[in-house]
């Protein structure tokens, strides 16, 4: 896709949108070896070679998108320097630096969506969208209607008054009852402490859907890229618009092969 050149040195980190075009002015820049002097001559940054005072630029990253089910007892970060299993270590390298897209805590297993694309990223934890987070909380003990409703009114915790959940309950047997909660927040072991502000203590949990992602035929620990269309749905609900994100998906699914992650660069904060 083409670009003005101007977007494509601020998207390469260069410089912000006006210093770039103060860089295209001054003679600074070239593509495929000529001056470009004129802001509004458009390029593709992968077909051309672009440079700033001679050193040429790293055009845009190919984004990758990847849907993880989660097993319990890896950390949702790029890097952990005691050693620890992090979800990175349950995909095979890629030419990138991944990062996922919010937190689970080790305990939680589930969806959990890894990508390149920071625009997408961003809208998607952007509390203005909102966006749902389905979780199955398997809960010691019967949970009361009272307590779900204070839950459904959004209720106090350490770091403030949560907003309003959805809830239903699924199951009641053997002494455990299973709860599915809806909550677009993100705080910290959000899900968990909410339990425990009603006296409930959560056995496991599980995210199942995030936006309208699902685990639909994943096996725990197994990836997929997703589809071009699902790309799509997440960057509208995220209000990406189509200039901020390369939304080129992949096919396929994968399992860990119990492999390192050499290669890859690792830098953290879990959620429910």
Same mark, same amino acid.
Do not use: W
């Given at each position: 896709m083409e670009e003005r050149l101007q977007k494509i040195l601020s998207s390469a980190g260069v410089a912000s949108r006006r210093a770039a075009e103060e860089m295209i002015r001054a003679?600074?820049?070239?593509?495929?070896?000529?001056?470009?002097?004129?802001?509004?001559?458009?390029?593709?940054?992968?077909?051309?070679?672009?440079? !700033?005072?001679g050193k040429r630029i790293q055009g845009h990253e190919k984004r990758y998108y990847i849907l993880l089910n989660k097993p319990r007892g890896y950390l949702s970060t790029v890097r952990d320097d005691r050693g620890r299993k992090t979800v990175l270590d349950l995909l095979p390298d890629?030419?990138?630096?991944?990062?996922?897209?919010?937190?689970?805590?080790?305990?939680?297993?589930?969806?959990? $969506?890894?990508?390149?694309?920071?625009?997408?990223?961003?809208? $998607?934890?952007?509390?203005?969208y909102e966006i749902d987070k389905v979780y199955h909380a398997e809960v010691m003990g019967e949970?009361?209607?009272? %307590? $779900?409703?204070?839950?459904?009114? %959004?209720? $106090?915790?350490?770091?403030?008054?949560?907003?309003?959940?959805?809830?239903?309950?699924?199951?009641?047997?053997? %002494?455990?009852?299973?709860?599915?909660?809806?909550?677009?927040?993100?705080?910290?072991?959000?899900?968990?402490?909410?339990?425990?502000?009603i006296g409930c203590?959560?056995?496991?949990?599980?995210?199942?859907?995030?936006?309208?992602?699902?685990?639909?035929?994943?096996?725990?620990?197994?990836?997929?890229?997703?589809?071009?269309?699902?790309?799509?749905?997440?960057?509208?609900?995220?209000? !990406?618009r189509e200039s901020e994100a390369d939304h080129r998906g992949g096919r396929g699914t994968g399992r860990h092969d119990g492999g390192g992650s050499s290669g890859r660069k690792r830098g953290k904060r879990s959620a429910p």
């Open positions: 003679g600074r820049v070239a593509v495929d070896g000529v001056v470009v002097t004129e802001l509004g001559s458009k390029y593709e940054a992968m077909r051309h070679v672009i440079t !700033v005072d890629f030419p990138v630096r991944l990062y996922p897209v919010g937190r689970l805590d080790a305990d939680t297993e589930g969806l959990l $969506l890894i990508t390149n694309d920071g625009a997408l990223t961003q809208g $998607l934890l952007h509390p203005r949970v009361t209607a009272e %307590g $779900l409703e204070q839950l459904r009114r %959004g209720i $106090l915790l350490e770091d403030g008054r949560t907003a309003p959940a959805r809830l239903r309950v699924l199951r009641a047997e053997d %002494g455990r009852t299973v709860v599915e909660t809806i909550i677009h927040e993100g705080r910290n072991r959000q899900v968990r402490r909410m339990f425990a502000a203590r959560v056995m496991t949990l599980r995210r199942v859907r995030f936006a309208q992602l699902t685990l639909r035929g994943l096996s725990c620990g197994a990836y997929r890229h997703l589809t071009a269309e699902e790309i799509q749905k997440l960057r509208v609900v995220a209000g !990406v």
